[in-house]
């Protein structure tokens, strides 16, 4: 089954590490159906997400057929990202091989892999995503640095990945005397904005010897609202947003599709999406590496809790304003 997930270029698949390859085999059921078949029904419960392994579908709304989909596509996700109704039926156009996770599993992938997540709210309802999306986004993570550099303000997410890489024990991340004197002290060169309580706490536990894996959670949670209440909002404005949207298949009004449209063959309709779209170029300071998975604390995305078993997104690499300019450095490690 690993084998078989690993052959689709699916863009919430891109970095999946072999574990989560093997989390989500474990949750992945083979089904077999016979052509003519209704797989899913409009209006009825979304309970299951599937993706195409062999054979084509056809997607219809109200009685029309809108779109038709075959190999390395998949269809399901908007009912179970929404938690609303199915917005189409899809019907097999021949027999075909499915891979299919239930809505419980769904939810835990959610949960385990944030990157998931990310990347189905991007492409269903980008300007709803919260920080967390964007930070765990592969792309929209790039883009935002881009942002923040042209906001000079670039050191509350390199902060911000710094702080989950630390809490991960990632291997090369900085040290908790090395976070301070880059993020915390009133003279650090990257100095994020913070209350003086949260910074004396700091300074006192890193005295004490007390550098847990916690050290920086409160601080993390204020620069995290800032961003949120003010450069996210500021981000999804900017033609940086809107040139990130341009690099997804970003998911069209249905109704307004098919009247204006007609039949739309292989655009992204009703919960469908193609598993073979190229991958969008990212920022030159952006590139995955390959570092593993280790457990980690929780940390809190405004009012949301994060399982952060995945540390800082793995392809970005943070702006060093101890160098000159634009200069950029030091790779951000992943786990």
């Given at each position: 089954m690993t084998n078989q997930l690993k052959r689709f270029n699916a863009p919430f698949l891109n970095g999946f590490t072999d574990e989560e390859y093997q989390y989500l085999a474990q949750v992945t059921q083979l089904q077999h159906f016979q052509a003519d078949y209704t797989i899913i029904e409009e209006g009825t419960d979304a309970n299951r997400f599937f993706m195409i392994a062999h054979g084509e579908v056809v997607v219809s709304v109200d009685g029309q057929e809108v779109n038709e989909m075959g190999e390395g596509q998949y269809f399901g996700e908007i009912g179970l990202v929404q938690k609303c109704k199915r917005t189409a039926t899809v019907i097999t156009r021949t027999p075909c091989v499915m891979l299919s996770v239930n809505k419980g599993d769904f939810d835990k992938l959610f949960e385990k892999i944030p990157s998931v997540a990310a990347d189905f709210q991007a492409r269903l309802a980008p300007q709803k995503m919260t920080i967390e999306h964007v930070i765990y986004h592969r792309i929209a993570v790039s883009f935002f640095s881009e942002h923040l550099e042209?906001?000079?303000?670039a050191e509350n997410l390199n902060f911000v990945l710094d702080a989950l890489d630390y809490q991960a024990s990632v291997e090369g991340c900085l040290g908790a005397q090395e976070m301070f004197d880059l993020y915390i002290a009133k003279e650090a060169e990257q100095n994020v904005n913070i209350n003086e309580s949260s910074l004396n706490t700091i300074k006192q536990r890193?005295?004490?010897g007390d550098i847990k894996a916690d050290l920086f959670d409160d601080s993390v949670k204020e620069v995290i609202h800032l961003m949120s209440t003010d450069s996210l909002n500021r981000f999804k404005r900017s033609s940086?947003?809107?040139?990130?949207?341009?690099?997804?298949?970003?998911?069209?009004?249905?109704?307004?599709?098919?009247k204006k449209r007609g039949f739309i063959?292989?655009?992204?309709?009703a919960g469908t999406n193609d598993l073979t779209d190229s991958r969008p170029r990212s920022p030159s300071h952006c590139r995955p590496n390959g570092h593993k998975q280790q457990p980690r604390q929780k940390v809190y995305f405004s009012n949301i809790e994060v399982d952060t078993k995945q540390a800082a997104p793995s392809h970005l690499k943070k702006i060093d304003s101890r160098e000159s300019g634009d200069s950029l450095s030091t790779s951000l490690k992943n786990t």
């Amino acid at each position: 089954m690993t084998n078989q997930l690993k052959r689709f270029n699916a863009p919430f698949l891109n970095g999946f590490t072999d574990e989560e390859y093997q989390y989500l085999a474990q949750v992945t059921q083979l089904q077999h159906f016979q052509a003519d078949y209704t797989i899913i029904e409009e209006g009825t419960d979304a309970n299951r997400f599937f993706m195409i392994a062999h054979g084509e579908v056809v997607v219809s709304v109200d009685g029309q057929e809108v779109n038709e989909m075959g190999e390395g596509q998949y269809f399901g996700e908007i009912g179970l990202v929404q938690k609303c109704k199915r917005t189409a039926t899809v019907i097999t156009r021949t027999p075909c091989v499915m891979l299919s996770v239930n809505k419980g599993d769904f939810d835990k992938l959610f949960e385990k892999i944030p990157s998931v997540a990310a990347d189905f709210q991007a492409r269903l309802a980008p300007q709803k995503m919260t920080i967390e999306h964007v930070i765990y986004h592969r792309i929209a993570v790039s883009f935002f640095s881009e942002h923040l550099e042209k906001e000079f303000s670039a050191e509350n997410l390199n902060f911000v990945l710094d702080a989950l890489d630390y809490q991960a024990s990632v291997e090369g991340c900085l040290g908790a005397q090395e976070m301070f004197d880059l993020y915390i002290a009133k003279e650090a060169e990257q100095n994020v904005n913070i209350n003086e309580s949260s910074l004396n706490t700091i300074k006192q536990r890193i005295i004490a010897g007390d550098i847990k894996a916690d050290l920086f959670d409160d601080s993390v949670k204020e620069v995290i609202h800032l961003m949120s209440t003010d450069s996210l909002n500021r981000f999804k404005r900017s033609s940086l947003f809107a040139e990130f949207l341009k690099t997804l298949h970003l998911y069209k009004s249905i109704s307004t599709s098919v009247k204006k449209r007609g039949f739309i063959k292989n655009s992204v309709l009703a919960g469908t999406n193609d598993l073979t779209d190229s991958r969008p170029r990212s920022p030159s300071h952006c590139r995955p590496n390959g570092h593993k998975q280790q457990p980690r604390q929780k940390v809190y995305f405004s009012n949301i809790e994060v399982d952060t078993k995945q540390a800082a997104p793995s392809h970005l690499k943070k702006i060093d304003s101890r160098e000159s300019g634009d200069s950029l450095s030091t790779s951000l490690k992943n786990t």
